[in-house]
Protein backbone atom coordinates (compact mmCIF):
# COMPACT_ATOMS: atom_id res chain seq x y z
CA UNK A 1 0.00 0.00 0.00
CA UNK A 2 1.22 3.65 -0.83
CA UNK A 3 -0.91 5.48 1.05
CA UNK A 4 -3.09 5.90 -1.86
CA UNK A 5 -6.25 4.10 -1.89
CA UNK A 6 -8.63 4.32 -4.96
CA UNK A 7 -11.81 2.49 -5.82
CA UNK A 8 -13.31 0.81 -7.08
CA UNK A 9 -9.89 -1.22 -8.78
CA UNK A 10 -12.20 -1.93 -11.42
CA UNK A 11 -15.23 -1.04 -13.32
CA UNK A 12 -17.37 -1.73 -16.16
CA UNK A 13 -20.10 1.15 -17.00
CA UNK A 14 -22.65 1.78 -19.83
CA UNK A 15 -22.56 4.92 -21.56
CA UNK A 16 -26.03 6.59 -19.58
CA UNK A 17 -24.63 5.35 -16.81
CA UNK A 18 -23.31 7.65 -14.23
CA UNK A 19 -20.48 6.11 -11.30
CA UNK A 20 -17.87 7.54 -9.37
CA UNK A 21 -14.46 6.76 -8.71
CA UNK A 22 -13.02 7.51 -5.76
CA UNK A 23 -9.18 8.66 -4.48
CA UNK A 24 -7.85 8.99 -0.33
CA UNK A 25 -4.67 9.90 1.10
CA UNK A 26 -3.73 10.39 4.36
CA UNK A 27 -0.02 11.12 3.84
CA UNK A 28 -0.44 15.08 4.68
CA UNK A 29 -0.27 16.02 1.20
CA UNK A 30 -1.89 18.88 -0.38
CA UNK A 31 -1.76 18.51 -3.93
CA UNK A 32 -3.96 15.69 -5.78
CA UNK A 33 -4.24 14.67 -9.56
CA UNK A 34 -6.05 13.07 -11.69
CA UNK A 35 -4.51 11.44 -14.59
CA UNK A 36 -5.55 8.77 -17.48
CA UNK A 37 -3.42 6.00 -19.11
CA UNK A 38 -4.74 4.66 -22.28
CA UNK A 39 -3.40 2.03 -23.89
CA UNK A 40 0.00 3.13 -25.88
CA UNK A 41 -0.35 6.81 -24.74
CA UNK A 42 1.86 8.43 -22.12
CA UNK A 43 -0.15 9.50 -19.36
CA UNK A 44 -2.22 12.51 -19.30
CA UNK A 45 -2.42 14.73 -16.77
CA UNK A 46 -6.45 15.45 -16.15
CA UNK A 47 -7.09 17.24 -12.93
CA UNK A 48 -4.54 19.14 -10.46
CA UNK A 49 -6.27 20.21 -7.12
CA UNK A 50 -4.16 22.19 -4.93
CA UNK A 51 -5.15 22.91 -1.22
CA UNK A 52 -8.52 21.82 -2.27
CA UNK A 53 -8.71 24.45 -5.12
CA UNK A 54 -8.43 23.28 -8.73
CA UNK A 55 -5.67 24.75 -10.61
CA UNK A 56 -5.36 22.83 -13.63
CA UNK A 57 -8.00 21.57 -16.04
CA UNK A 58 -6.05 20.19 -18.82
CA UNK A 59 -8.96 20.72 -21.57
CA UNK A 60 -11.11 17.49 -19.99
CA UNK A 61 -14.84 17.25 -21.74
CA UNK A 62 -17.11 17.99 -19.68
CA UNK A 63 -18.59 14.28 -19.10
CA UNK A 64 -15.59 14.06 -16.57
CA UNK A 65 -16.48 16.08 -13.14
CA UNK A 66 -13.73 16.51 -10.52
CA UNK A 67 -14.45 17.29 -6.74
CA UNK A 68 -12.08 17.72 -3.59
CA UNK A 69 -14.14 18.19 -0.60
CA UNK A 70 -10.83 18.36 1.39
CA UNK A 71 -6.70 17.50 1.44
CA UNK A 72 -7.41 14.25 1.72
CA UNK A 73 -10.28 13.02 -0.83
CA UNK A 74 -10.64 13.82 -4.23
CA UNK A 75 -13.53 12.32 -7.12
CA UNK A 76 -13.80 11.42 -10.50
CA UNK A 77 -17.43 11.97 -11.58
CA UNK A 78 -18.40 10.15 -14.67
CA UNK A 79 -21.17 10.45 -17.03
CA UNK A 80 -22.04 10.10 -20.34
CA UNK A 81 -19.14 8.48 -21.11
CA UNK A 82 -17.75 7.09 -24.65
CA UNK A 83 -15.99 3.82 -25.30
CA UNK A 84 -12.63 5.67 -25.71
CA UNK A 85 -12.90 6.90 -22.52
CA UNK A 86 -11.64 3.18 -21.05
CA UNK A 87 -8.49 3.49 -19.62
CA UNK A 88 -6.89 3.03 -16.30
CA UNK A 89 -7.54 6.11 -13.84
CA UNK A 90 -4.63 6.86 -11.50
CA UNK A 91 -4.94 9.14 -8.43
CA UNK A 92 -1.96 10.91 -6.76
CA UNK A 93 -0.72 13.09 -4.36
CA UNK A 94 1.94 14.82 -3.57
CA UNK A 95 3.55 17.84 -1.10
CA UNK A 96 5.82 20.99 -1.16
CA UNK A 97 9.73 19.90 -1.56
CA UNK A 98 9.35 16.26 -1.80
CA UNK A 99 11.70 14.85 -4.33
CA UNK A 100 9.85 11.79 -4.43
CA UNK A 101 7.22 13.35 -7.25
CA UNK A 102 3.80 11.80 -6.80
CA UNK A 103 2.78 9.50 -4.87
CA UNK A 104 0.10 7.20 -6.77
CA UNK A 105 -2.66 4.97 -6.07
CA UNK A 106 -3.32 1.64 -7.82
CA UNK A 107 -6.11 2.96 -10.32
CA UNK A 108 -9.01 2.34 -11.19
CA UNK A 109 -9.66 -0.11 -14.97
CA UNK A 110 -12.25 1.85 -16.29
CA UNK A 111 -14.10 -0.33 -19.31
CA UNK A 112 -17.35 1.47 -20.30
CA UNK A 113 -19.60 -0.45 -22.99
CA UNK B 1 6.87 18.80 -28.88
CA UNK B 2 7.28 16.20 -26.66
CA UNK B 3 8.53 17.12 -23.36
CA UNK B 4 9.62 13.87 -22.45
CA UNK B 5 10.88 11.20 -25.07
CA UNK B 6 11.09 7.63 -24.66
CA UNK B 7 12.38 5.83 -27.42
CA UNK B 8 12.60 1.86 -26.90
CA UNK B 9 9.07 0.83 -26.98
CA UNK B 10 10.50 -2.54 -25.53
CA UNK B 11 13.93 -4.27 -23.96
CA UNK B 12 14.81 -7.18 -22.89
CA UNK B 13 17.75 -7.86 -20.87
CA UNK B 14 19.62 -11.11 -19.42
CA UNK B 15 18.81 -11.71 -15.92
CA UNK B 16 21.58 -10.51 -13.63
CA UNK B 17 22.43 -8.02 -16.63
CA UNK B 18 22.54 -4.54 -16.51
CA UNK B 19 20.26 -2.10 -18.58
CA UNK B 20 20.10 1.41 -19.18
CA UNK B 21 16.53 2.64 -20.48
CA UNK B 22 16.63 6.00 -22.50
CA UNK B 23 14.89 9.59 -21.45
CA UNK B 24 15.49 12.56 -23.02
CA UNK B 25 13.48 15.78 -22.10
CA UNK B 26 12.94 19.06 -23.56
CA UNK B 27 12.94 22.06 -21.10
CA UNK B 28 13.78 25.97 -21.21
CA UNK B 29 12.91 26.32 -17.46
CA UNK B 30 16.22 26.42 -15.52
CA UNK B 31 14.90 24.07 -12.06
CA UNK B 32 12.86 20.87 -13.00
CA UNK B 33 13.16 17.32 -11.47
CA UNK B 34 13.81 14.14 -13.20
CA UNK B 35 11.82 11.36 -11.90
CA UNK B 36 12.24 7.28 -13.25
CA UNK B 37 8.55 5.19 -11.58
CA UNK B 38 8.00 1.82 -12.57
CA UNK B 39 4.76 0.39 -13.30
CA UNK B 40 4.14 -3.51 -12.93
CA UNK B 41 1.14 -5.12 -14.78
CA UNK B 42 -1.17 -4.55 -11.05
CA UNK B 43 -0.96 -0.76 -12.63
CA UNK B 44 0.66 0.80 -9.83
CA UNK B 45 2.82 3.40 -10.45
CA UNK B 46 5.72 3.15 -8.10
CA UNK B 47 8.71 6.18 -7.81
CA UNK B 48 12.19 5.18 -8.45
CA UNK B 49 14.76 8.00 -8.16
CA UNK B 50 14.91 10.93 -8.65
CA UNK B 51 17.54 13.95 -10.15
CA UNK B 52 17.23 17.38 -9.44
CA UNK B 53 18.54 19.95 -12.14
CA UNK B 54 20.73 21.61 -10.01
CA UNK B 55 22.58 18.43 -8.39
CA UNK B 56 25.68 17.92 -9.34
CA UNK B 57 26.08 13.96 -8.76
CA UNK B 58 24.03 11.63 -10.67
CA UNK B 59 21.48 10.40 -8.37
CA UNK B 60 21.43 6.70 -7.11
CA UNK B 61 18.91 4.58 -4.98
CA UNK B 62 20.18 0.49 -4.58
CA UNK B 63 20.68 -0.85 -8.08
CA UNK B 64 19.04 1.84 -9.76
CA UNK B 65 21.41 4.92 -11.30
CA UNK B 66 20.59 7.73 -12.75
CA UNK B 67 22.82 8.94 -15.71
CA UNK B 68 22.03 12.76 -16.03
CA UNK B 69 23.74 14.15 -18.90
CA UNK B 70 22.47 17.61 -18.59
CA UNK B 71 23.84 19.45 -21.85
CA UNK B 72 22.47 16.45 -24.12
CA UNK B 73 19.14 16.37 -22.02
CA UNK B 74 18.93 12.93 -20.90
CA UNK B 75 18.64 10.87 -17.81
CA UNK B 76 18.96 7.64 -18.68
CA UNK B 77 18.04 4.79 -15.67
CA UNK B 78 20.48 1.96 -15.60
CA UNK B 79 19.36 -1.02 -13.79
CA UNK B 80 22.14 -2.97 -12.49
CA UNK B 81 21.71 -6.79 -11.75
CA UNK B 82 18.65 -7.33 -13.34
CA UNK B 83 16.05 -9.58 -11.63
CA UNK B 84 12.96 -11.32 -12.95
CA UNK B 85 10.84 -8.76 -10.68
CA UNK B 86 12.28 -5.67 -12.95
CA UNK B 87 9.91 -6.95 -15.30
CA UNK B 88 7.56 -3.63 -16.37
CA UNK B 89 6.85 -0.61 -17.79
CA UNK B 90 9.11 2.02 -17.01
CA UNK B 91 8.21 5.59 -17.08
CA UNK B 92 10.39 8.64 -17.62
CA UNK B 93 8.57 12.03 -16.14
CA UNK B 94 9.78 15.66 -15.31
CA UNK B 95 8.48 18.40 -13.38
CA UNK B 96 9.59 22.12 -14.79
CA UNK B 97 9.53 24.52 -12.42
CA UNK B 98 10.33 24.48 -8.49
CA UNK B 99 9.30 21.43 -6.09
CA UNK B 100 6.20 23.00 -5.35
CA UNK B 101 2.87 20.63 -4.39
CA UNK B 102 0.73 21.10 -7.82
CA UNK B 103 3.36 21.38 -10.43
CA UNK B 104 2.87 18.90 -12.61
CA UNK B 105 4.69 16.17 -13.73
CA UNK B 106 4.98 15.58 -17.68
CA UNK B 107 5.45 11.66 -18.53
CA UNK B 108 6.85 9.47 -21.56
CA UNK B 109 5.48 6.93 -23.58
CA UNK B 110 7.57 4.41 -21.38
CA UNK B 111 9.63 1.04 -21.89
CA UNK B 112 8.38 -2.08 -21.17
CA UNK B 113 11.14 -3.88 -20.04
CA UNK B 114 11.60 -7.75 -20.31
CA UNK B 115 13.84 -9.62 -17.88
CA UNK B 116 15.11 -13.02 -19.01
CA UNK B 117 15.95 -15.98 -16.62
Known amino acids: ETGVTQTPRHLVMGMTNKKSLKCEQH?????MYWYKQSAKKPLELMFV???????ENNSVPSRFSPECPNSSHLFLHLHTLQPEDSALYLC????????????FGSGTRLTVV | AQKITQTQPGMFVQEKEAVTLDCTYD???????LFWYKQPSSGEMIFLIY??????QNATEGRYSLNFQKARKSANLVISASQLGDSAMYFC??????????????FGGGTRLMVKP
Open chain 2, 93 to 106: AMREGPNNAGNMLT
Open chain 1, 92 to 103: ASSRDNDNYGYT
Open chain 1, 27 to 31: LGHNA
Open chain 2, 51 to 56: QGSYDQ
Open chain 1, 49 to 55: YNFKEQT
Open chain 2, 27 to 33: TSDPSYG
